[in-house]
């Protein structure tokens, strides 16, 4: 009995280190995989916000009649809005200094061999907008049709 007693001391210096350790190990991992989902959800957040950026400049140019629809009639739009965190331009996004920066591209369609009508204008967007110094950017394009009794009177 007195034998059995001498050989049960308690927690020796190496168990507490080893258990230290293990407990570090997972304090690690587990700061690494909280810090990585945070950066995930951000990046999902941001690339949702580029896309309902991009969306409202569809719907605004799909609601404007095709001869006012330009890229400076919506780089206006952007800016009137009075959104702090957006900020527009014509074809580029430098110089804009909001969180959100947005180059805006109005060109013809031309189909090659046909007649040059200006029926069919195509809508490029871009979005720019940088986190921890790295840049993501969303680029859309879509199509405006000009309407009917439009088309009729750009053909005359």
């Avoid at 941001?46 to 006012?68: C, P, R, V």
């Avoid at 046909?114 to 195509?122: A, G, Q, R, V």
């Avoid at 993501?136 to 088309?151: C, D, G, I, N, P």
Wanted: one cysteine or more; proline letters at 1%; hydrophobic letters at 40%.
């Amino acid at each position: 009995m007195i034998k059995n007693l001498k050989k049960q001391r308690g927690i020796v210096v190496s168990d507490a280190t080893i258990a230290i350790m293990i407990i570090l190990l997972f304090a690690g991992i587990i700061t690494t995989l909280i810090t990585n989902i945070i950066l995930e959800i951000t990046k999902m957040k941001i690339y949702s916000q580029q896309m309902d950026y991009i969306t409202e400049i569809f719907e605004l140019a799909e609601k404007t009649d095709y001869e006012k629809v330009t890229d400076a009639n919506l780089v206006k739009c952007i800016n009137e809005k009075g959104d702090t965190a957006v900020s527009a331009k014509v074809n580029t996004t430098a110089g804009l200094t909001t969180p959100y920066k947005i180059a805006i591209k109005v060109e013809k369609y031309k189909d090659i061999g046909s007649k040059e009508f200006d029926l069919i204008k195509i809508i490029t967007v871009t979005v720019e907008n940088n986190l921890q110094e790295k840049s993501y950017t969303t680029t859309m394009s879509r199509l405006k049709k000009a309407s009917l009794k439009e088309a009729e009177a750009i053909v005359k």
